[in-house]
């Protein structure tokens, strides 16, 4: 099973965060979804359905039986649920539009998820076309709010001029983002148990930093995501087999970081200062599913 990285990206830009950017704004889920971690949480939770559905079934099941499970203990309404599933696949079935293979792998797993929200949500007696609302007003207004204009760009000069940043803050970003690239690029030490911590660490003080500013919340939640990913599998990392792979994608999140970094609040030169959000996330899901266990007689999810 694979998933290219341009297609990834792509999901991601399309799918993934305008729709959790959605979700964690809308004031019918905030005390749900108030405390930051459990935010974090739910964004990956969505990331990887998008993913498994374009390229593991059985997955894309088994996350959307846990959440169906853990809504149902919130006891999150039903109207809520059944607009905002109508809504992610209406976001799906767009990208796939865009994006149409031959094959439409996509397209077809969609269904058959389709299918499952379906039968894990609906009523009793109550039709497919009644349950999800794809023609109703209110997944419209939804959609119009969720576009992301080229018109809405902000660009790292504008960003800076209108004061929407302090040079205190600009120099905290700026050391932090020096801290991560010193202790991911130390190339003299060993890559075990205490490198991992302090990269780990490294990322914890930048994603905190990046959290305080409205517009880089979601790259630092990107961060922090990493970082807990990090932490979890802590004590495997350094005999991982995948371990050469995941120095690699540790390496070129700190390149791009760096870059970034320079590009918004030293040279000012980015067009747009959200042009990392999606490609970082993608990193960052490759890295959290490169982690993952390889269920019995099943395929590990490759990225190319």
């Not at 499970?69 to 649920?81: A, G, T």
């Not at 990193?283 to 990225?303: C, H, T």
Request: aromatic share 10%; with cysteine.
């Amino acid at each position: 099973m694979g998933i290219s990285i341009k297609k990834l990206e792509a999901l991601v830009d399309d799918v993934v965060l305008p729709f959790e950017k959605f979700i964690i704004e809308d004031t019918r889920l905030a005390r749900y979804l108030s405390d930051p971690d459990v935010a974090k949480v739910h964004n990956l939770a969505v990331a990887k359905l998008t993913v498994y559905i374009y390229s593991n079934l059985k997955r894309a099941h088994g996350l959307i039986q846990e959440g169906a499970q853990k809504h149902k203990l919130k006891e999150i309404p039903l109207e809520n649920l059944r607009e905002f599933y109508s809504l992610y696949f209406v976001l799906c079935r767009e990208w796939n539009q865009k994006h149409f293979e031959e094959e439409d792998r996509f397209g077809k797993n969609l269904e058959i998820i389709e299918q499952f929200v379906y039968d894990s949500f609906a009523k009793e007696n109550e039709s497919k076309e009644e349950f999800f609302i794809y023609d109703s007003p209110a997944i419209s207004q939804d959609i119009a709010k969720m576009h992301y204009k080229d018109d809405a760009k902000i660009s790292a000069v504008n960003f800076c001029a209108e004061g929407s940043i302090d040079e205190l803050d600009i120099q905290d970003i700026l050391e932090s983002c020096d801290e991560l690239a010193e202790v991911v690029q130390d190339y003299n030490i060993a890559y075990d148990e205490a490198y991992f911590l302090g990269v780990k660490e490294r990322l914890d003080s930048y994603a905190t930093v990046l959290e305080k500013n409205l517009e880089f919340r979601d790259l630092g939640y990107s961060i922090a995501k990493l970082s807990l990913s990090l932490e979890e599998h802590l004590e495997t990392l350094a005999n991982h087999a995948n371990k050469k792979k995941i120095l690699v994608i540790l390496n070129a999140i700190a390149e791009d970081l760096i870059g970034w970094t320079n590009a918004i609040l030293k040279e000012k030169t980015a067009i747009d200062i959200h042009y990392l959000d999606a490609s970082l996330f993608s990193s960052i899901i490759q890295f959290e599913m490169m982690l993952a266990p390889v269920v019995e007689e099943e395929d590990s999810l490759e990225f190319f």
